[in-house]
């Protein structure tokens, strides 16, 4: 009698290995791993806004779901700016003090501490940051202090490698303290692992700290970047799990994608732009990312630790489920060229089909 064979696709695989390894990673003591999960039948609200002014674009979005903000900002102690700076002197890869002062004149009502701009830089202190994209102009007008989070306390979480073996990462104690309304300045880039870096990835490769002074090159020798670790493997074999199991924890209260010019092609750093002069804006980081990777041209199903985020209900991924106030996706979609490893990238999402034997009885 011939046995039954089961075909499953590498995307049921990595979904079956997902579960396991939850299981394991809570042995391991990942706090807080268990969430509770955002309802797929319910509905969500985010603002989209097109425009000639960065600035006023970011602000009009948060107007438009201010009730949303409001709640949030009830419930916590300090407000955390995060801004995307993956180099400290390319401005294309990095927020732009004008978003930034769109979100600050927003809250310059509502909030009446200081209001924190924190960053780890990828690969060099966010000081140097800070100055070259203009940022300290802004303690003219309102009260914002800067930190580097390479500089604060940290505590251990873990991700996997490429043989699903766990790995102690640093992680910035400010954004995991559920205290802290964390706010992600976000740009919609393409990307050479994760197919587009946004307002989620900006936090959790962020919070993932390095070594005072550490930095890209013979100058950071001796000292250490957690933020690789995170990758998943030498190939990026576990970026999408990783992203996925620490958006649990590490995500965004409020979402802000400036997507005034946005970068196609070899990001997140050697792209070229795409003027796109868009803002959107989300207390729901998911569905703030869903409206970018739409507007992008790109397939979300193919956007692993989007997707799976989406279905184990972190957020809401169904733009149907989407409130949308402002202006509608469908007549700002702009197709973005994507990084040229992007087929690469993809086969570790779905990956040929695999055959497994039925199990014996």
Known sequence: MKSRQHTVTRRDFLRATACGALGGL???????????????EGQSTAALVKGDTRTDNVLKA?????????????????????????GTNVQLCASHADCLEGILEFLKPLVKEDIIIAESAAGAPAAEGYENYGYYRLKKKYKVRFLDLDDEPFSIRYAIDQRFYPQAVRFSQLLLDPHTYVISSAIPKTHDRAVVTLSLKNIVFGAAIKDKGFRWGPAGFGKKNDKPIVHGGPSNEGIHFNLFMLAKELHPDLAVIDGFQGMEGDGPMGGTPVDHRVAIASTDWLAADRIAVELMGFDFGKVGYLSF?????????????????????????????????????????????????????
Request: glycine fraction near 6%; charge should be positive; proline fraction near 9%.
């Open 309 to 361: 985020s989406a279905k184990a209900g972190l957020g809401q991924g169904d733009l149907a489920r989407i409130e949308i106030l402002g202006e509608k996706v469908a007549d700002h979609i702009l197709k973005y060229r994507p990084h040229r490893t992007v087929d690469q990238q993809y086969r570790w999402i779905e990956g040929p089909q695999v055959t497994w034997p039925a199990p014996s009885r």
């Open 62 to 86: 948060l107007k438009l779901i201010e009730p949303d903000i409001r709640k949030g900002l009830a419930r916590k102690k300090r407000v955390v700016i995060k801004p995307n700076m993956v």
């Open 26 to 40: 809570v042995a391991l003591n990942l706090p807080r791993v268990i969430a509770v999960p955002v309802s797929q």
